[in-house]
């Protein structure tokens, strides 16, 4: 037995933030970000949290799989951007749907969120602890932005993924996961520093910071030998592949690892040209626009795979 997803949604905040409106309020322009990036828009919170987001995309999940929030045993939610410290998003979530039944827990692999929630889901489902588990990648990256830094704060967006997965003959097929931490700092966001009697600290707000290029050279390198890796395991060649979903952090680096696969980039459907880049919610957003224009048939294999802070990455062939 695997893990089948059997239903998938997604949930963007209502407001649209074009390249052009981020050219008033900064000193950038459509071209700039558009060639670098291929990212033309994203959305922004005004209202929304990262639990709304996340329970709206849920809602549309269990809807998609016809499971209802009772036969929930399961919660984990992708984020780095929760409402709060404690509880955890899994658990707002877990109250606004009403799945009583559900364990409920958050975890923080950046970018690779969802697909380490996957996972770990998966192997509760295969070790027979659990059968039906909602999983979801959610941010709110909008937060932990410095809006004076344009080298980072155009890159990114808010928005939240789910899926439905639940025991089955077919689904996952192989995954692979991963972390480095020596590099971490390449792509950081301090939280609140010590601060107690003994020790205070400056109440800094901290926000994200990355070396850009550092994150270029090793996504290229990382994720096709991740998905080499899965495929070897799965017995596969990428020939077997209908679609490659990954990361949407930047179009460079997605036709580079088409590339380096030998693969067309016709099978790399994108989502970062409307969403931006948005950690752990990318994989999951771009998997329901794939689900929901009917670009899957029941057997085809698609690769999904993460890759960012921590630094991490991870990688999955999952049979539809
Ligand atoms: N608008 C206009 N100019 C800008 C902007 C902006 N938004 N941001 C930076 N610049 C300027 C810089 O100030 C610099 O100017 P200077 O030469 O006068 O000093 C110039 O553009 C080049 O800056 P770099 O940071 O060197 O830009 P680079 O060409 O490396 O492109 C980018 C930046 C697109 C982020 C690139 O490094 C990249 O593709 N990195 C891959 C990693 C990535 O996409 N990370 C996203 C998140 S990580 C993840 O999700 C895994």
């Not at 809006?147 to 439905?164: E, K, M, P």
């Not at 490659?244 to 380096?260: E, T």
Request: net charge negative.
């Amino acid at each position: 037995m695997t893990t089948r997803i059997i239903g998938t949604g997604r949930c963007l905040p209502e407001t649209v933030v074009t390249n052009d409106y981020l050219s008033t309020i900064m000193d950038t322009s459509d071209e700039w970000i558009s060639s670098r990036t291929g990212i033309k828009e994203r959305r922004i919170v005004k209202n929304e949290t990262t639990a709304s987001m996340s329970a709206e995309a849920a809602r549309q999940a269990m809807e998609d799989a016809g499971v209802t929030a009772e036969e929930i045993d399961l919660i984990i939610v992708g984020t780095l951007t929760g409402d709060y410290i404690t509880p955890s998003t899994a658990c707002e979530v877990q109250a606004a749907i009403g799945a009583v039944n559900a364990m409920a827990f958050d975890v923080n692999a950046a970018c690779t969120g969802f697909i380490v929630a996957l996972n770990t889901a998966h192997l509760y489902i295969q070790a027979g602890i659990y059968r039906t588990a909602l999983v979801i990648g959610a941010e709110t990256l909008s937060k932990i932005m410095d809006w004076n830094d344009r080298s980072t704060c155009v890159l990114f967006g808010d928005g939240a993924g789910a899926a439905i997965v639940r025991s089955n003959e077919k689904g996952i097929m192989s995954f692979v996961q991963g972390a480095d931490g020596a590099k971490g700092l390449s792509l950081a966001c301090k939280d609140r520093a010590n601060n107690n009697p003994l020790v205070q600290n400056p109440k800094d707000l901290n926000y994200t910071a990355m070396n850009g290029q550092e994150v270029y050279k090793f996504a290229v390198t990382k994720v096709p030998e991740c998905i080499h890796q899965v495929l070897e395991d799965a017995n596969l060649t990428t020939d077997d592949i209908k679609y490659f979903i990954l990361h949407q952090a930047n179009i460079r680096i997605i036709n580079s690892v088409a590339k380096r696969l030998k693969v067309s980039e016709d099978k790399f459907p994108i989502s970062l040209d409307h969403c931006g880049n948005v950690s752990a919610a990318s994989v999951p957003i771009l998997l329901d626009e794939v689900n929901k224009n009917g670009l899957l048939q029941k057997g085809d294999k698609i690769v999904i795979s993460g890759f960012g802070g921590g630094l991490t990455w991870g990688a999955d062939i999952i049979e539809w």
